[in-house]
């Protein structure tokens, strides 16, 4: 009789278990997909009192969200959207951004952004860790962004930030041509489940 009902119990924990609700941890983290059609990097490159400005397309990527803050993700630039964006550099500058004296996008298609840590500031504003993947080189980039929205469908987060080209091998007309090795940049990404 005791045998019996051990075996009964034990039958019990078993098939009652594979009912039990996922864990808090499975059931808050969610993916948020990159949605390309409106999100970009824009960037500011100055020489001397002038500058130009211009923006790249995203072609993909996740956010990842556990318990309604950003924890994780990666997006991808697409290298070969580059557009300048003010009037004294046009289809011109294009070209050469585009050339080996800076990006080489016949070669360098994409750059890839890794978040590799979140901290949060505040309840709208964290400090991303990550790696930005660019001409075969991978170099952390801290930034700050400010999450704009996010509800449990969509995502709208924005960072302003500012980089060194040279890391990234474009070293192009920093010695003698004027032209800033900083660079300014922001990213406006929307992210849909």
Same mark, same amino acid.
């Given at each position: 009789?005791?045998?019996?009902?051990m075996?009964?119990?034990?039958?019990?924990?078993?098939?009652?278990?594979?009912?039990?609700?996922?864990?808090? +941890?499975?059931?808050l983290?969610?993916?948020y +997909?990159?949605?390309? +059609?409106?999100?970009r990097?824009?960037?500011?490159?100055?020489?001397?009192?002038?500058?130009?400005?211009?923006?790249?397309?995203?072609?993909?990527?996740?956010?990842?969200?556990?318990?309604?803050?950003i924890?994780? !993700?990666?997006?991808?630039?697409?290298?070969?959207?580059?557009?300048?964006?003010?009037?004294?550099? !046009?289809?011109?500058?294009?070209?050469?951004?585009?050339?080996?004296?800076?990006?080489?996008?016949?070669?360098?298609t994409?750059?890839?952004?890794?978040?590799?840590?979140?901290?949060?500031?505040?309840?709208?504003?964290?400090?991303?860790?990550g790696?930005?993947?660019?001409?075969g080189?991978?170099?952390?980039?801290?930034?700050? +962004?400010?999450?704009r929205?996010?509800?449990?469908?969509?995502?709208f987060?924005?960072?302003?930030?500012?980089?060194?080209?040279?890391?990234?091998?474009i070293?192009?007309?920093?010695?003698?041509?004027?032209?800033?090795?900083?660079?300014?940049?922001?990213i406006?990404?929307?992210?849909?489940?």
């Amino acid at each position: 009789m005791m045998k019996k009902t051990m075996f009964l119990a034990l039958a019990a924990w078993v098939v009652g278990s594979a009912f039990v609700a996922p864990t808090p +941890a499975a059931r808050l983290q969610d993916g948020y +997909a990159v949605q390309t +059609a409106t999100s970009r990097v824009e960037f500011v490159g100055t020489k001397g009192s002038g500058y130009h400005t211009g923006f790249f397309n995203l072609k993909g990527g996740q956010v990842m969200v556990n318990n309604g803050k950003i924890s994780g !993700g990666e997006f991808i630039i697409d290298l070969t959207s580059l557009k300048v964006t003010d009037q004294g550099g !046009g289809e011109k500058l294009e070209g050469h951004l585009k050339n080996k004296d800076f990006f080489e996008t016949s070669v360098n298609t994409e750059a890839r952004y890794t978040v590799t840590g979140v901290k949060y500031i505040n309840e709208d504003v964290c400090e991303i860790s990550g790696n930005l993947s660019m001409k075969g080189i991978t170099a952390p980039v801290t930034l700050q +962004a400010m999450v704009r929205g996010m509800d449990e469908k969509r995502l709208f987060a924005q960072a302003n930030f500012s980089i060194d080209r040279t890391v990234w091998g474009i070293n192009y007309g920093v010695a003698k041509g004027g032209i800033s090795k900083d660079v300014q940049v922001s990213i406006f990404l929307f992210a849909n489940k």
